[in-house]
């Protein structure tokens, strides 16, 4: 099976992935192979098939809350601890997978065993049509529910004076309260963005582009040829603070740990 293109929006695609680590999981391709910042079209674009990925996925799953997972010049090796499997051909990817209350696994879960021993929801003929149909229409309005409380994390004064390592245009990089590994930061937007479906396409272009910065960084710092990373969208999603922030990791194949496997010794065992 080859992967199934459901939509298009301008610069990105949506597609079915052949091997599907929950029920509720597409990916958005880039259509040029290069990997480097984007442009304003491109960021346009993307958040265009966001918004209509994750309605789609609400409307068909109950989706209400959402994770996204990334990499940017890392393939994972042949366990593929808490990664999905590569799009072939695609030079970047971002799987985006539904979440919801009652779920029987979640995708963390689901990605925290090795690839082998997996039990992937391969889609069928009726769903992709479904997919492709939806996608055709309107997509409906759709709000995330955050987490509760007043106090932002993203937003507080420490942000500034004890965590951030830089910021440009916008977006600043931090480094976490609770490092998984050595080359471990938070990227996210200066403005309060609750969620991923309400970014500007002028934050995506300076997310993007200080992805590639802590790349360069985290090659100086500890030998990373590659990074990956993921964020939560929405309370249903796990999401801990009301701002969105990208948890970004320096990755090589000569690490000593993988941050995913670090990850799920956390997993509680009385949640999916």
């Known amino acids: 099976m080859r992967p199934e293109t459901v939509a298009e929006f301008g610069t990105w695609r949506i597609v079915v992935p052949t091997v599907r680590v929950v029920e509720s999981h597409l990916v958005l391709v880039r259509s040029v192979g290069r990997v480097d910042s984007l442009n304003e079209r491109e960021a346009a674009d993307l958040i265009d098939a966001y918004r209509a990925a994750t309605s789609v996925l609400h409307r068909i799953f109950g989706s209400s809350g959402f994770m996204i997972s990334f990499s940017v010049l ?3 090796d042949s366990e593929g601890i808490g990664e999905p499997d590569p799009v072939p051909g695609a030079g970047c990817a971002i799987h985006v997978f539904g979440r919801r209350p009652g779920e029987l ?3 963390v879960r689901a990605m925290a065993l090795p690839r082998r021993v997996r039990l992937p929801a391969r889609p069928d003929p009726e769903l992709v ?5 939806e996608l055709s229409l309107p997509p409906e309005p759709l709000t995330i529910e955050a987490p509760e409380g007043n106090l932002c994390d993203g937003c507080t004064g420490s ?3 004890d965590q951030e390592r830089w910021r440009s245009r916008d977006v ?3 480094r976490p309260r609770r490092v998984l590994i050595d080359p471990h930061v938070l990227v996210l937007p200066l403005r309060h963005v609750v969620s991923l479906r309400d970014l500007e396409p002028s934050e995506v272009v300076s997310l993007s582009a200080r992805l590639i910065e802590s790349l360069a960084q985290f090659r100086l710092g500890s030998g990373s040829t590659g990074l990956s990373g993921f964020a939560n969208d929405g309370i249903h999603a796990r999401q801990e603070t009301p701002h969105v922030h990208l948890h970004v990791y320096g990755r ?3 690490e000593p740990v993988n941050p ?6 956390y997993l509680s065992p009385n949640r999916p």
């Open 159 to 161: 942000v500034l004076t």
């Open 129 to 133: 049509e479904r997919l492709r149909h």
């Open 74 to 76: 890392w393939q994972p």
């Open 172 to 174: 600043r990089v931090i």
């Open 105 to 107: 696994i979640s995708p």
């Open 260 to 265: 995913y496997q670090r990850l799920a010794a």
């Open 252 to 254: 090589s194949a000569t």
